[in-house]
């Protein structure tokens, strides 16, 4: 049996409801989008719920579950994954935090949870906190600068935990909060004393920065404290090559889903050009997924705009990102040929734009085969005609899905 | 309520494709039904994942799912279902294998992995082995024949595991391995060393052997080895009238299904004439299984001629088999009384005929009752009429729904 390349297209957020704009279509709906049609002549169609129904996904879970790492096992919470965006290295057992550059008076009460919103200087201060905080008790602590105001803090070490409370009081007026054990295990307990010697000692780097100083001159608030939450263990990714025997890339712009791709063991590529925003340069995605495809069984490409213009409720800009997509879909099958490879298109999550935030409604969900299978004849690919489908899955199946149909899966049993 | 007689008819591989031969129809769309296409006006129709979207099931997992036991719990490998099979009795915690008997050369170099293909000593030399291995280092050793050159290995006794690696070097030309602990227990170091023992015992039984003497003198290959592979410990599958309270029955005559039967502690029949090829006695069948609905609640019948024929390619015979499978529902439905029973007929997967193997496709399933239910209304059986049907279900579904439907189920909670 011939064994076919496998293309994934995650438009993030695709999933959409009625738009009263679009006079009830929903973005998918109104979008014209030749090359996907073409390929519904051999396609099923359906709905996938990416962790399953009613629940609102995570890009990070929805991610996981797609690639077929169950997120109840492997998510022990944002932290450890907003430190893998930011670009860090994990270990198994890892404890990682979400957090704030903040302002607080000397009394420790924040002031303002975001420093002012405009923080340019994130890269200099967390590089001085990465120079003078290395160690608290024996443990490694490591700063990684995110996006804006956020910051991700990882302890490496024997005999920690992730069952600490947050140092963030979650509303400005309060006092930092003490870190407390969760738990009552003495690891719980060293590390709420570590991340609480830590707050102390970040106030201290902070305060005298200065990145600060400069900032209090300029009249903007000193970003003088870390607020931490969200402690995760991190629980050490598989290879997706070694369940799925595939060698595996990824075409994306967005630091999350490079992250998790990264510790997958894909190949992580982000053409020049891309953005993870409405703006990104698709021909540039499209390209790097024709090189990719030439090396790879497997290649994942993810584009953010239909989720950025679903965020910012701008249905227009959602319109015209998957119309941009299907021009990338034309691409890439016509340039790789249709009878070489199995095609994938779907979300991650919806997004409606109305609603300007993931929902847990089903996503719909199309796959390709460039053999002739039961199809489903379907006149049209979007949220209702997606209803009237074949598939109705979860997003822990895709990855099955796609080995079964590559035909490149083993069989389980005999 | 009336409790329902419940009629499962598997018929092994039933799922297929659209089909080039049958001008894109499936064989179950060419074949022609009457006793189904009657059945329709008051049944449930829809797909089955075996075990979920995708995966590839065997005939083993998949029939472990349909009786209610979850194969990710039962299942740990094709060693111990192979000495099933094979007519091994199996207890909780034996490790057995799957082997070959195979040709090598006195430094255990394998010269033909399965001893020339054509084995019909194989009675006589598991035979031979059973008398002269007994026992090695307290654990027990039993050798159970398979088909062909086939041979199940079973180990009993406290203190041994399946973690240990394959004595199979899997390719010609190579030595036989040594097996060796795959984590780091006594166990599985104390199994690895049986094995390697062993290893050496059957070779010197074997190579000495009157059997391979003559093998010898007509030009054949000795088989004077056993190659092992798949270790897997054994979990005491539970009794079906346990968790069913069904008193059950089985009509099948493949060996794999019918050691799984009765594990399951089933009456298992085999009809004189049943063959589990393409040329079983049908009528035979629906004989048997006429008979045994009159003493059980519960009579799985099960037909792998849809399946035989898919591994060959032989598309007319598997439409042939459907047929007559048909033919089977119509002479089991018309002496029972179709007031009297429930039936469900479907597949243990898909094997579709031009890709000759197993599938991860989902398999259409038909569910009749003998009262009013919401039902499908459809026009025919087939993958193409079930994607629209109600039943969307997993194999691990299908008894539940056999006892709900059957007035026979328990209610889970008050």
Chains 1, 2 share one sequence.
Not at 150 to 171: E, F, M, N, Q, W
């Amino acid at each position: 049996m011939k064994q076919y390349k496998i293309l994934l297209i995650i438009a993030d957020g695709l999933g959409d409801r009625p738009v009263s704009k679009l006079n009830g279509l929903t973005p998918l709906e109104a979008a014209n989008k030749p090359a996907i049609s073409d390929l519904l002549k051999n396609s099923m169609i359906g709905l996938m719920d990416p962790i399953s129904p009613g629940v609102i996904p995570g890009s990070d879970t929805s991610h996981l579950s797609i690639f077929g790492l169950d997120p109840h096992v492997y998510y022990r919470g944002r932290g450890a994954f907003e430190a893998l965006g930011a670009g860090a290295t994990l270990k198994h057992g890892d404890v990682a935090f979400r957090g704030n550059f903040a302002t607080v008076n000397n009394d420790l009460v924040v002031v303002d949870r975001r420093a002012g919103r405009k923080l340019e200087e994130g890269e200099e201060l967390v590089k001085e906190l990465n120079e003078k905080i290395k160690e608290i008790n024996d443990v490694k602590i490591r700063f990684y600068k995110g996006t804006e105001h956020r910051v991700a803090v990882v302890l490496s070490g024997k005999g920690i935990s992730d069952k600490v409370s947050d140092t963030d009081p979650h509303y400005e007026g309060l006092k930092v909060l003490e870190s407390k054990p969760l738990e009552d295990s003495t690891e719980a307990l060293r590390t709420a004393e570590i991340i609480n010697i830590l707050t102390r000692k970040v106030f201290d780097v902070l305060n005298s920065s200065e990145v600060n100083k400069r900032r209090i001159e300029q009249g903007e608030k000193p970003a003088n404290i870390v607020l931490l939450r969200g402690a995760a263990h991190y629980i050490k990714l598989p290879s997706f090559s070694s369940y799925t025997k595939l060698k595996a890339a990824a075409v994306s712009a967005t630091a999350l889903i490079k992250g998790i791709c990264r510790e997958l063991g894909m190949n992580v590529v982000t053409p020049v050009g891309a953005t993870g925003g409405i703006d990104t340069d698709y021909n540039a995605k499209a390209k790097a997924a024709i090189e990719l495809l030439k090396e790879n069984d497997f290649v994942f490409l993810h584009i953010k705009a239909t989720d950025a213009a679903s965020h910012d409720g701008l249905v227009e800009e959602k319109v015209k990102a998957i119309e941009r997509i299907d021009k990338v879909v034309g691409t890439i099958v016509d340039n790789v040929g249709r009878d070489n490879l199995i095609l994938m298109f779907t979300g991650d999550h919806a997004t409606p734009v109305e609603v300007k935030e993931h929902s847990g409604d089903p996503v719909p969900i199309l796959l390709y085969v460039p053999y002739p299978i039961i199809n489903d004849n379907a006149r049209d690919f979007n949220e209702k005609e997606a209803r009237k489908g074949s598939l109705r899955i979860r997003g822990l199946d895709v990855t099955n899905i796609l080995l079964n149909y590559s035909n490149r899966a083993e069989k389980y049993g005999a």
